[in-house]
């Protein structure tokens, strides 16, 4: 059974960083994309970033291009989210989630199969 779980939310100042890390299981890690997502009350949950199976292709939400950094470690069955300058903007729910498909719209919430609990992330002005 595919299991994902988020960690490493929780309140920061604006200006500050998190690290957030998603622990998948029931998988064979390596052999799939992961992807971030957040979501706020009332709006549809949104791409905010995306790597491959390998690590060498990495995607990024314009919104938190140059900011928030995606990586895996394949060998721990690891995501991180690093995540720095952060703006009230920021503050909101953060899902991981895996695409099992071949070819994956990376941007696409419906292309991911499986999804963790949600890791929260409030940013303070």
């Known amino acids: 059974q595919v299991h994902l779980t988020e960690s490493g939310g929780g309140l920061v100042q604006a200006g500050g960083s998190l690290r957030l890390s998603c622990v998948g299981s029931?998988?064979?890690?390596?052999?799939?994309?992961m992807g971030w997502f957040r979501q706020t009350p009332g709006k549809e949950r949104e791409f905010v970033s995306a790597?491959?199976?390998?690590?060498?292709?990495?995607y990024y939400a314009d919104s938190v291009k140059g900011r928030f950094t995606i990586s895996r470690e394949n060998a721990e069955n690891t995501v991180f989210l690093q995540m720095d300058n952060l703006t009230p903007e920021d503050t909101a729910d953060y899902y991981c989630?895996?695409?099992?498909?071949?070819?994956?719209?990376?941007?696409?919430?419906?292309?991911?199969?499986?999804w963790g609990q949600g890791a929260q992330v409030i940013v303070s002005s």
């Open positions: 989630a895996t695409a099992t498909k071949f070819r994956v719209k990376y941007y696409d919430r419906s292309d991911y199969d499986y």
């Open positions: 029931g998988f064979t890690f390596s052999d799939y994309a």
């Open positions: 790597i491959s199976r390998s690590g060498s292709g990495t």
